[in-house]
């Protein structure tokens, strides 16, 4: 699969660069609370000691214009497409190393399902923030990462008890986390909405 730079002309589509923010502290304490498995993922949507840093008021109200923010992280390893979701808000990544994202945008979503085909591939360079817009669907990082992600405040946490009542409603997995899953995954097993068609891409040879 060919993987693009998130500086190509292709990227302006998913997402930007956000040049200003000073990232040194924060990715310092995210290699000391981050885990980082060779064998699975870890997500926390929202960890205090990283929004206890004097930089999460500069993104709080330079990025997100003042909206309540959460920093969390995802880290471990991972070279599989698996899902795509989608939140209402933007959410910002930075790592210290560089790492891949796996994106599709909500427009390639047709009568409930996507082609994975529809799906591009993008590296971030190290110490790089990219933020990745409100209509871009995305999971897990690939590679072997530690990734900050910032998104706005309680998404991911614990859905809101509602009936569906439209297509949309049966995507919801969490709180502001819209999810569509490929049939050969844990996420469908559990019962999450399986909307992906096509192969559950994997980019392990193309990391290498």
């Known amino acids: 699969m060919k993987i693009y730079d998130v500086t190509d002309e292709v990227f302006r589509e998913y997402g930007k660069i956000v040049d200003g923010i000073d990232s040194a502290e924060l990715l310092k304490k995210l290699d000391e609370v981050s885990?980082?498995?060779?064998?699975?993922?870890?997500?926390?949507?929202?960890?205090?000691?990283?929004?206890?840093?004097?930089?999460?008021?500069?993104?709080?109200?330079?990025?997100?214009?003042?909206?309540?923010?959460?920093?969390?992280?995802?880290?471990g390893t991972n070279t599989l497409l698996s899902c795509l979701e989608y939140h209402r808000g933007a959410e910002l990544n930075i790592?210290?190393?560089?790492f891949v994202l796996l994106l599709a945008r909500v427009q390639d979503i047709k009568d409930g399902k996507i082609d994975s085909s529809a799906v591009k591939a993008f590296r971030v360079p190290a110490n790089t923030a990219v933020l990745v817009y409100e209509t871009t669907l995305h999971y897990a990082p690939c590679g072997h990462f530690k990734v900050l992600v910032v998104l706005p405040k309680g998404t991911n946490e614990t859905k809101p008890a509602i009936k569906?009542?439209?297509?949309?409603?049966?995507?919801l997995w969490a709180n502001n986390k819209w999810l569509i899953a490929h049939p050969d995954?844990?996420?469908?097993?559990?019962?999450?909405?399986?909307?992906?068609?096509?192969?559950?891409?994997?980019?392990a040879e193309d990391l290498r």
């Open 35 to 75: 885990p980082c498995p060779d064998d699975s993922t870890v997500y926390v949507p929202d960890d205090a000691a990283l929004d206890a840093l004097p930089v999460h008021d500069y993104l709080r109200d330079h990025v997100y214009g003042g909206l309540p923010i959460q920093i969390g992280y995802c880290s």
């Open 95 to 98: 790592a210290s190393s560089s």
């Open 164 to 171: 569906a009542g439209t297509w949309e409603d049966s995507l």
């Open 185 to 203: 995954t844990s996420e469908a097993a559990a019962g999450a909405y399986v909307g992906i068609t096509g192969e559950n891409i994997d980019i």
